[in-house]
């Protein structure tokens, strides 16, 4: 799986759960909390989504800091 | 005459829920109630009422057999499991005392809890063991029973079954006492729902059993009605396997409620598994809007208020879309009344007290065994109660009015662009003033600039303020790109 279509994926759900966010300037060091402004139950919802997209299961929630840790776990696990 | 919440339930199921005082009672009624039904499930193996029971009775052996009193504390650490909700069950029908520990407790504190409540035995789930192998008290592994059963023990409804921790949007944590019958009354008026509810439910559970609303109305009610409980290994695992659980209710924080909207929003309404027909939302405001929009999908979302100190269930609410932000009727078993404001309730449901803390307790609790809730409350004709704020929380005015920050949060509430909000006083040019907090719904404000979401809600803030009596008027207004510090069950934290 290509890093950039990973990242474009992960683009696709942060649209659709803050359509706020301005995704042009998400890269490899966005921070999820203090880039991003996502809460804990966000990022459980997140998960919820990167999981029925990428078809794999984290354990636990997502426990990453930034957009690029979560991409190498995605590229590392999904199907 | 029948009263608003058995109202709700056919009579030939209203004629079957009887009060039953004690845990003990309760363990023996269920095995023979629902003897074959199916009562808990990890997803992948399901245990009937007589397999829990049974397995239940052999874990009370396996604690009579390490030597404890009646009233000795057993703490459980576990996350939400079918072992814990066994353990819980074995430690009060044995006749000692159960403490369901956060399972985010760290190390220290752990330990700290087994100082503070003398605690003689631990029970640890496999996630937990090797963290509270240091603990100050005996250890044993949450699946640990004996070979043989050992019988229910006697107790007195007024006995200690379980010390929660008070979390609370304000002050220190607490260890209040509930006994068998509060536990008991608690589990009996979380059955109450309309249409049918014996034998028919299927449970998806998302809270923690260290909350009396994850233990009273989200395990215990459950199994008073003869329903299916069903946790995964954790919130997320079990949310994502709504399709295969299929629950029919749920109970859960307005948070949870937020997160399956959302995921509703962005794979359909399938991905709760097509059977929810309501959810049961508590610990913390329900956003009118959240139970509009469940409304739209054909779920009922009904609110409710209660406190640890009262086991869970003081009022509940099924009239929802008539009345979106009222908490609901007065469940049985109660007295209540206003005092000067404060909402002071007595009944079956109340707590033995703080432990350890008999100043703390008598704050709160009158000598005729008034509760002071601390919560500012009123009543429409209707006899519906509405919250209007917290005591602890007054804003004490220059002029010596005391204004109540929800109060002014309330019209907030009302605009769909707002997720939260919190007034308090502070400090402009040396002067205190009244100032809010505002932490939009940012999926609201697409592609919006920052300057525009401010300028939003400062006008609202205008607009809220022409509506106030002068003295309490906000006169500061932030608006939030981050979240606010929140409690255990996502309140907005007021420290």
Redesign the interface.
């Known amino acids: 799986m290509e890093r950039k279509d990973v990242l474009e994926g992960l683009k696709e759900i942060l649209k ?7 995704l042009s300037t998400v890269n490899d060091d966005t921070q999820l ?2 880039d991003l ?1 996502l ?3 966000t990022i ?2 997140l ?3 990167i ?2 997209k990428f078809k794999f ?2 354990e ?2 997502l426990k990453f800091n930034t957009v690029g840790e979560v991409i190498d776990h995605i590229i590392k696990n999904a199907a | 005459m029948k009263n608003y919440f058995e109202n709700m339930l056919p009579a030939e199921e209203l004629a079957q829920l009887k009060y039953i005082p004690t845990i003990p009672e309760f363990v023996t009624w269920i095995e023979n109630k629902w003897h074959d039904l199916p009562a808990l499930s990890d997803t992948v193996n399901t245990y009937t009422y007589a397999q829990v029971c049974d397995a239940v009775a052999r874990k009370r052996a396996m604690l009579n057999a390490m030597g404890l009193a009646k009233g000795d504390k057993v703490a459980i650490i576990d996350n939400t499991t079918v072992e814990a909700v066994e353990m819980f069950l074995a430690v009060t029908s044995a006749g000692y005392v159960a403490i369901n520990l956060p399972a985010q407790l760290p190390a220290p504190a752990i330990v700290g809890c087994c100082m503070k409540f003398g605690v003689k035995v631990l029970a640890a789930g496999p996630a937990f063991i090797e963290t509270v192998k240091d603990a100050p008290c005996k250890v044993v592994a949450i699946a640990d029973m004996a070979d043989q059963p050992a019988p229910v023990a006697v107790v007195d409804k007024d006995d200690a079954a379980a010390i929660f921790f008070t979390g609370g949007t304000t002050g220190a944590p607490k260890g209040a006492i509930l006994p068998h019958r509060a536990i008991m009354r608690g589990s009996l008026n979380g059955c109450y729902a309309p249409g049918k509810q014996l034998g028919c439910h299927r449970y998806a559970t998302v809270l923690p059993l260290s909350h009396v609303f994850g233990l009273i109305r989200s395990t215990m009610s459950v199994l008073y009605t003869g329903g299916l409980w069903i946790a995964a290994a954790n919130v997320k695992e079990t949310i994502s396997k709504f399709p295969m659980i299929r629950p029919t209710c749920l109970v859960a924080v307005p948070g949870i409620c937020e997160i399956l909207m959302g995921l509703v929003k962005m794979y359909g309404k399938q991905f709760l598994g097509g059977n929810l027909r309501f959810i049961i939302a508590g610990a913390a405001n329900v956003p009118p809007k959240l139970i509009a929009e469940f409304d739209e999908i054909g779920i009922s979302l009904f609110a409710g208020y209660g406190m640890t100190e009262g086991a869970n269930l003081t009022s509940g609410n099924i009239d929802v879309k008539e009345r979106p932000t009222s908490v609901g009727q007065i469940y049985p078993g109660q007295e209540v009344k206003v005092v000067d404001g404060e909402l002071w309730f007595r009944g079956d449901n109340l707590f033995l007290g703080y432990y350890g803390d008999p100043e703390k307790t008598a704050e709160v609790m009158t000598p005729d065994g008034w509760l002071k809730t601390g919560d500012l409350a009123r009543f429409d004709e209707d006899g519906y109660m509405y919250i209007v704020g917290r005591i602890k929380n007054l804003i004490i005015l220059s002029n010596g009015e005391n204004v109540s920050p929800e109060s002014i949060e309330e019209p907030f509430y009302k605009c769909d662009k707002l997720r939260d909000c919190l007034v308090k006083e502070d400090e402009v040019d040396g002067k205190m003033v009244i100032a809010i907090e505002i932490l939009p719904r940012m999926e609201e404000f697409a592609n919006t600039p920052w300057e525009e979401v401010e300028a939003y809600f400062k006008k609202l803030v205008d607009e809220v303020n022409a509506t106030l009596p002068t003295t309490h008027r906000i006169c500061k207004v932030t608006v939030r790109k981050e979240d606010f510090k929140r409690t255990g069950t996502m309140k907005v934290s007021r420290n």
């Open positions: 659709l759960i803050k359509p706020s966010l301005d909390i203090s402004g809460d804990s139950l459980l919802l998960s919820l989504a999981e029925n299961k984290f636990g929630t």
